[in-house]
């Protein structure tokens, strides 16, 4: 019987830890999967959830690297939180920035991952953006910002209403207005079940993306609620991580290939 587990039976990949400098000028952490074997390769930046840089999100990367893309995960609290634990670093960062995130550093920090993309030997120069959770939305944001070729927004918070004052990211806008700045397809994965983004939520979404005739794929898993990408958390739906799996590829090999 096949496994639905969509990081099993992948290659082994080349990981370390990295400094890359943001389009501020500033050098952060990042976490770095390279494909394996020779040929170019498509990059992919990965954008974590408000639970950060953690093993999820690590894994998430070795396995789209497994599947031939070079890929880096930017450490987007390393500022606050260097060497912090991946459940502390949001409170740290939150005690000093509202929003915890702000979007404009952000996108300096995705112009820095790009760049580091495209300087390996092996880069043909094209670059998808990737989220989960709240990292959804910062790929969203990235890609109304910066050159990309290919958007995929898994299961993204906030993109259309600002957060309530007791949520993680307090302070975020909504950016749904800026769905006209919109550089590349956008493969959008969603559970039925979560109420952060709502289905009310993704609708509206897909009709601003509708309205100016933006290119996009919406996905929406019956049994799934938010997160449901992350292995290690109950959350974990595995069908729908595996078939979400299967398009995220599809949409990359679509978009990154020469």
């Known amino acids: 019987m096949a496994s639905n587990d969509p990081f ?23 976490f770095s999967a390279r494909a394996p074997g ?55 960062a939150r005690a000093r920035n509202t929003p915890a995130l702000p979007n404009d550093r952000v996108v300096a920090d995705a112009v820095g991952a790009a760049s580091y993309l495209r300087e390996q030997p092996e880069s043909n120069g094209k670059v998808a953006a990737v989220g989960l959770g709240h990292g959804g939305y910062l790929a969203f944001l990235v890609g109304t910002n910066i050159p990309v070729d290919a958007v995929v927004n898994c299961y993204g918070t906030w993109i259309g209403n600002a957060p309530p004052a007791q949520a993680p990211m307090a302070g975020v806008p909504q950016i749904i207005d800026r769905t006209p700045q919109l550089r590349a397809p956008l493969l959008g994965l969603f559970g039925a079940l979560d109420q952060a983004p709502s289905s009310a939520e993704v609708a509206e ?35 729908a991580a595996a078939d979400g799996h299967r398009r995220i590829l599809t949409w990359l090999d679509r978009y990154l290939a020469r």
């Open 205 to 239: 979404l897909e009709q601003a993306l509708k309205a100016k005739g933006k290119m996009y794929e919406f996905h929406s898993y019956p049994a799934a609620g938010h997160g449901f990408f992350a292995a290690d958390r109950p959350s974990y739906q595995a069908e």
């Open 8 to 30: 099993e039976g992948l290659p082994e990949v080349q990981t370390e830890t990295v400094m890359i400098t943001s389009g501020d000028g500033t050098a952060i952490e990042a």
């Open 38 to 92: 020779p040929g170019t390769a498509g990059g992919v930046i990965v954008l974590h959830s408000v639970l950060g840089y953690d093993e999820d999100t690590k894994r998430f990367a070795r396995s789209l690297a497994g599947a031939g893309y070079n890929t880096v995960v930017p450490y987007l609290f390393h500022r606050e939180a260097p060497g912090a634990a991946p459940n502390e670093a949001l409170a740290v």
